[in-house]
């Protein structure tokens, strides 16, 4: 847990730009590269821009996925069936 904003500030990665306290379109996961996976895991840069939520693996532009709403939104039910959450309209906190 880290609770002094100064100590979240320094980390690397920490966009120097929008800093850690503003709302981010940016995230980086960590994920697997079965094609590049030498390395063990895949940072996957995931970031929203207008009205499409754009997927950069390895945060190289080598391959950039771009999901329009449609395909955003199918991709989170998708998930949340295949993670066994129950439909959004159904959770009430
Ligand atoms: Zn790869």
């Not at 500030?9 to 995230?27: A, C, E, I, L, Y």
């Not at 532009?61 to 309209?89: K, Q």
């Amino acid at each position: 847990m880290v609770s002094d904003p100064g100590a979240r500030r320094s980390m690397p990665g920490t966009d120097p730009v929008t800093g850690p306290t503003r709302k981010s379109n940016r995230r980086v996961v960590m994920t697997t590269c079965t094609a590049h996976g030498a390395a063990g895991f895949t940072n996957l840069l995931v970031t929203k821009e207008g009205g499409f939520i754009v997927l950069n693996p390895h945060v190289g532009n080598c391959c950039i996925l771009r999901l329009d709403e449609h395909a955003a939104t199918a991709m989170y039910h998708l998930f949340g069936e295949w993670l066994g959450y129950e439909p959004v309209s159904a959770v009430d906190g």
